[in-house]
């Protein structure tokens, strides 16, 4: 216990000096040659700016969780056999995710931790309103290169059990990212494997070997609470140029994957604590830190007669049971008929409601030409080529995962899945809807048009939809008399994309028909965007204007304020741009010329 | 240095302090309409309850709807469609993914064709299936539809004004 002490307060000391040599945010933004391959309008004007802003909130967060870890009990120790970190082991496990999420030095230039693309404000998806609504997915940490999809939230993604095909159902569940590829099969907690991801993705955070997040750790000034929680050996012999190589993305080692030397047994070191940083962040996302099941929603379960929906929620949520059908794939634990006139006496089939089925869906999204992607097939500075087909990137989700094609991970599963990809091309996770409307205080909504200050956010993998009643009014009228055979940009005219056109679908392989022509009111689709805004955690019933959600009160931006004309309906159609011909880039053969083919050939 | 850290520990014990949520005993009156229908009985017998109609047809493409009892077993059931130009050749099949609502007492079914002719006349039959492959075991008579002119639309569910 003497040594625990003693090993804090070091630990505490070289704490202190590490938060005040963070490098102030935005520093060295300009020093590196930068990659703008993009046309123009894709990376918005303020980009710098907001990236500024988003690290400066990053680092307050940080010393948040460096506060909770210097605030810790000293006696905390191990005891039992098996051996049990107490007394307050859950804190330990938490906080050490907090300074994992939010530390910028597990990232090449210390400049881009995990939380850079997740904030709290946003129910830990993307944090920067003008970057929702022009490049959809998020700079990384050598600028600009950037992503193919939206920065997915956290919560409740610790409830994704390890992908599975289950024969009998004839589907796939689990697995973590969109198109499932953070299978979860090694930690056996798809969450802890999807926070691998990024810290290596050469368009994410970057670092050009797993060992970098073990050589960067070794130095933190928490180590401590890592070697206290994990019991971990750091006594790895690195080579001298360790830090000359993590300094340098990902991408500029060609296909080696281990840049740093490392001897065999060094190796396996680096890679245990890869894995232990997966699973402290795992632990994070399941704590009420970010999952906490305090919505409105959940104090109506606890009690409906004394917590109350107003009568548009309620109707709302009678619509999304009925009518309107969502909890077909989005599970809200209850039990529920459209029979009209009838009272529920019965008790709440699951008090957690998760509100997703954990499988995948093609719902049909069009291609959104607005992703960054799609133009980043020109070289790099560091000789990288994010994305060599360019404009015949298609995003085929879990069936691109089941044939290891671009920009996912090999499919570990192969001699059984591979065979299963045309029967999944298209689809893509079914998120929990929980937190789907979480917004910073000072913009409490994600609606324009409300008379509110709003938060822009962007919806489904690709981005496509800009608000909930839009998202509600896709799947209310995509297959009516609006959809039309064109692609994003190209409506007839006398239409409106997103309100009266909806273009045809990017994948129209294993179209879910489940939803599409529900036959809801405008009034309608309204009650069900007032319903999921119940489900937005940190809800207090004695004070609910005031959010509880750690953190929430993190944002220093601007909220957006409608223009005139403005409407939720609308919300964002300044930005769309025109598609380009889909014949003359057809999909690449790197994604739809793999066996076995998709059932009909992808546009 | 201690004093430093002890500084630290209250702004942290301070700042946690600001995350509790109390809650206080003033609350709204209960509201008969905070009530929700039972649970429906799934159907003991499958059968189609309405349709099957044509939903839309438009641009090469046509909809066919129809209801059913809920057929239950897998929540991942199949709307399945064979169709063809000659009624007694229905050699083409559509295939879609339906989810089903477990809570539901009926279920839509609904399967979308690709690559119809315009001014056509195309016959179809449907049934659905589970993921897993077994049939619910009902199937329509054979029924038809034609597709419109190009650039026009046939729908029988308008989408909202």
Known sequence: ?603 | MNGLLVKLAIAAAAGSLLYSSPIGAQMPPPQKENQLPPPAKRAAHVEILNGPALEIAHDGIAIIRWTTNNPGGDDDHYAVAHYGTDPKDLSQTAKNHIRLNRGHADTIFRVLMQGLKPDTTYYYKVTSMGAGGRSDGEESSVNRFTTPAPGQVTSAHPPPE
């Not at chain 1, 230039?109 to 693309?117: D, G, K, L, V, Y």
């Not at chain 1, 960067?216 to 360790?242: C, H, K, M």
């Not at chain 1, 209850?334 to 019965?346: C, F, I, K, V, Y």
């Not at chain 1, 979480?438 to 938060?455: D, M, R, S, V």
Request: charged share 15%.
């Open chain 1, 1 to 603: 216990m003497r040594r625990d002490t003693r090993a804090l307060v070091k630990a505490a000391f070289a704490t202190v000096l590490g938060v005040l040599c963070v490098p102030l945010a935005g520093s060295e933004a300009h020093a590196r040659p930068a990659y703008n391959p993009y046309p123009s309008g894709i990376l918005p004007a303020n980009l710098d700016s907001e990236i500024t802003r988003v690290r400066n909130e990053v680092q307050t967060i940080f010393g948040r969780y460096f506060s909770e870890y210097q605030a810790l009990t000293p006696t905390l120790t191990y005891s039992g056999n098996p051996p049990i970190l107490v007394p307050n082991g859950y804190d330990a496990q938490r906080i050490l995710g907090g300074l994992l999420n939010f530390d910028e030095n597990m990232s090449p230039f210390h400049t881009e931790a995990c939380s850079f693309c997740h904030m709290p404000y946003a129910a830990f998806s993307g944090p920067i309103q003008s970057v929702n609504l022009t490049m959809i997915a998020y700079p990384g940490s050598a600028h600009y290169r950037a992503a193919k999809r939206t920065a997915q939230r956290y919560t409740y993604s610790h409830t994704f059990p390890v992908l599975n095909y289950d024969p009998v159902q004839g589907l796939f569940f689990g697995g973590n990212f969109w198109d499932g590829r953070a299978t979860g099969m090694k930690l056996q907690a798809p969450d802890a494997e999807q926070a691998q991801g990024p810290p290596v993705d050469p368009l994410e955070m970057g670092f050009p070997d797993i060992a970098c997040i073990a050589w960067r750790l070794s130095q933190a000034s928490y180590r401590p609470l890592f070697e206290l929680v994990w019991g971990t050996d750091f006594d790895i012999n690195w080579p001298s140029n360790t830090e000359k190589v993590c300094s340098t993305p990902n991408g500029a080692f060609g296909s080696n994957t281990t840049p740093v030397a490392l001897s065999a047994v060094d190796r396996t070191k680096a890679t245990n604590i890869y894995d232990h940083w997966g699973e402290s962040l795992s632990f994070l996302e399941r704590s009420p830190d970010i999952s906490p099941f305090n919505s409105k929603f959940d104090w109506y379960l606890k009690n409906p007669s004394l917590y109350p929906l107003t009568a548009d929620e309620m109707a709302g949520y009678k619509l999304f049971n009925g009518k309107g059908n969502c909890n077909s794939c989005h599970l809200d634990g209850r039990s529920t008929t459209l029979t009209p006139g009838e009272t529920d006496t019965g008790n709440t089939a699951d008090v957690q409601p998760l509100f997703t089925c954990h499988g995948f869906a093609n719902e049909g999204l069009p291609l959104n030409p607005r992703i960054a992607l799609f133009y980043e097939n020109k070289p790099d500075p560091y000789g990288f080529t994010p994305n060599p087909d360019g404009l015949r990137y298609r995003d085929l989700g879990l069936g691109n995962f089941l044939r290891s094609g671009p920009q996912s991970f090999p499919d570990p599963n192969q001699p059984e899945w591979l065979s299963l990809a045309p029967s999944v091309d298209g689809q893509m996770q079914v998120m929990t809807a929980r937190d789907v409307a979480l917004t910073p205080p000072q913009c409490p909504t994600t609606e324009a048009g409300t008379g509110k200050p709003y938060f822009q956010k962007e919806f489904f993998h690709n981005g496509y939809i800009k608000s909930l009643k839009q998202l509600v009014h896709f799947y209310n009228t995509r297959d009516t008399s609006y959809a039309y055979p064109v692609t994003s940009g190209h409506c007839p005219a006398g239409t409106v994309e997103r309100v009266t056109c909806w273009p045809q679908p990017e994948v129209k392989n294993n179209l879910d028909m489940t939803t599409g022509a529900l036959g809801l009111t405008d009034t309608e689709e309204n009650q069900i965007v007032a319903f999921l805004e119940t489900l937005t955690d940190g809800y207090n019933p004695a004070n609910p204007t005031v959010s509880t959600y750690k953190n929430i009160d993190t944002f220093t931006g601007q909220c957006s304020i409608t223009t005139p004309g403005e409407t939720a309906s609308n919300q964002g159609d300044k930005t769309l741009i025109p598609t380009w011909n889909l014949a003359q880039f057809p999909c690449a053969t790197d994604i739809c010329g793999v066996p076995p083919l998709p059932t009909t050939p992808i546009p």
